[in-house]
């Protein structure tokens, strides 16, 4: 819901920074890679009950999530990067619930897992949508420019960033947090869905 309002005012530094690290002859796969490895050491950080400190090398995984995109664009976009983009972006949100499941599994195990499926569920809908997009060629730069079709919802990547910076500051409150947040990722879903069967029903 928010990314398309955000993409006008962060896109322009973006795009100047990753000008000049394709200056460096690195990579937006390399970028890509680098804002995994630092969501792998957020989520070992929380493991280890310091979800505070996980916020430093979450935040720097997001930036990367954003820099590769804009190195891409300085250089030269492939349909690989794209894809490994997406699937980096899909563990890392799985990597994060999971995380705070395994720190404290009495606590947090049954709304992460909840937390975790309306994940899944969300992506599918997403995916599946792409696919049908591209299928009947349809195309959108609301999210920026994409190798795949980004499909608004109420939960974005903006909301879902948001969403985990506040687990980890206030993470004595994972469970209700991640039952509601669950639940609008349904919604989310569902309405998606419900769309498609407007558009892509003939």
Not at 43 to 55: D, F, K, Q, R, S
Request: net charge neutral.
């Amino acid at each position: 819901m928010l990314d398309s309002r955000l993409r006008p005012l962060i896109d322009p530094a973006l795009n100047r920074m990753g000008q000049r690290i394709a200056e460096r002859n690195i990579s937006a796969n390399a970028i890509t890679l680098t804002g995994l490895g630092f969501g792998f050491l957020a989520a070992m950080v929380i493991w280890l009950g310091l979800p505070i400190w996980a916020l430093i090398p979450l935040l720097a995984s997001r930036l990367a999530d954003g820099l590769d995109g804009a190195v891409a664009r300085a250089t030269q976009k492939t349909d690989f990067g794209g894809y490994l983009d997406i699937a980096a972006d899909f563990l890392f949100y799985g990597m994060v619930p999971l995380a705070f499941v395994l720190a404290d599994p009495s606590a947090n195990g049954a709304a992460g897992a909840f937390l975790l499926v309306s994940f899944y569920f969300n992506g599918t809908s997403f995916l599946g949508y792409a696919i049908l997009a591209q299928k009947r060629g349809h195309q959108t730069t609301d999210q920026g420019e994409k190798s795949l079709y980004y499909s608004n919802g109420i939960l974005e990547g903006t909301e879902t960033i948001v969403f985990f910076v506040l687990l980890c500051l206030f993470s004595t409150y994972f469970s209700p947090m991640a039952w509601v947040f669950g639940v609008l990722c349904f919604l989310t879903a569902g309405l998606r869905i419900y769309a498609a069967s407007h558009i892509y029903s003939k």
